[in-house]
T-cell receptor
Framework: DAGITQSPRHKVTETGTPVTLRCHQT?????MYWYRQDPGHGLRLIHY???????DKGEVSDGYSVSRSKTEDFLLTLESATSSQTSVYFC???????????????FGQGTRLTVV | RKEVEQDPGPFNVPEGATVAFNCTYS??????FFWYRQDCRKEPKLLMS???SGNEDGRFTAQLNRASQYISLLIRDSKLSDSATYLC???????????????FGSGTRLQVQP
């Protein structure tokens, strides 16, 4: 299995508090992603990174920020948590394949976040 | 219209049956295609990549139809252990365009019954 670790694995937090989720990889892959998964919506991309300090928004980025100061770490911050951000969050990594394509993604085990 | 669409199912099939899923994608410039499997409350895991020439791995066959913009997954001789959600994944652009990353369908749930 690819070396991806998410922390924490479970968290309960109160509305209005900031929350940071961490994704750590030991594969030296260039690309890192944060997805959220909700019933009926599948996996939706929040933010992704294509290199150290290079990030871009996904389809559901409002209320989230990210940082990548090192290749191995990608942090997701909920600036002021809301109940609508209760979800399962997955981090993923991938590498660049031939002709500029990215290869398959490997996922962390997920973080279950509950905002009360 | 969603970028990647799948029938959510569930598909309930008996052991030994052959079952097929389709997935449509909206961006004709899409480059890479994959099928992932996700078990309940677990992370998605790669099942197989989908190549232009098709791809077969044991009981699983994946096909790509660029003209109609869909990919398919065929499972032969279904096993109880095949029960899971199958996710269609598309990369709309090469990542060095800085445009987008892997886009997932909502998944198709398969339940294989004894």
């Amino acid at each position: 299995d690819a070396g991806i670790t998410q922390s924490p694995r479970h968290k309960v937090t109160e509305t209005g508090t900031p929350v940071t989720l961490r994704c750590h990889q030991t594969e030296n892959h260039r690309y890192m992603y944060w997805y959220r998964q909700d019933p009926g919506h599948g996996l939706r991309l929040i933010h992704y990174s294509y290199g150290v300090k290079d990030t871009d928004k996904g389809e559901v980025s409002d209320g989230y920020s990210v940082s990548r100061s090192k290749t191995e770490d990608f942090l997701l911050t909920l600036e002021s948590a809301t109940s609508s951000q209760t979800s399962v969050y997955f981090c993923a990594i991938s590498e660049r394949g031939g002709a500029g394509m990215n290869t398959e993604a490997f996922f962390g085990q997920g973080t279950r976040l509950t905002v009360v | 219209r969603k970028e990647v669409e799948q029938d959510p199912g569930p598909f309930n099939v008996p052991e030994g049956a052959t079952v097929a899923f389709n997935c449509t994608y909206s961006n004709s410039a899409s480059q890479s295609f994959f099928w992932y499997r996700q078990d309940c409350r677990k992370e998605p895991k790669l099942l197989m990549s989908v190549y232009s020439s098709g791809n077969e791995d044991g009981r699983f066959t994946a096909q790509l139809n660029r003209a109609s913009q869909y990919i398919s997954l065929l499972i032969r001789d279904s096993k109880l252990s095949d029960s899971a959600t199958y996710l269609c994944v598309v990369n709309p652009y090469p990542l060095d365009t800085g445009r987008r990353a892997l886009t997932f369908g909502s998944g198709t749930r398969l339940q294989v019954q004894p």
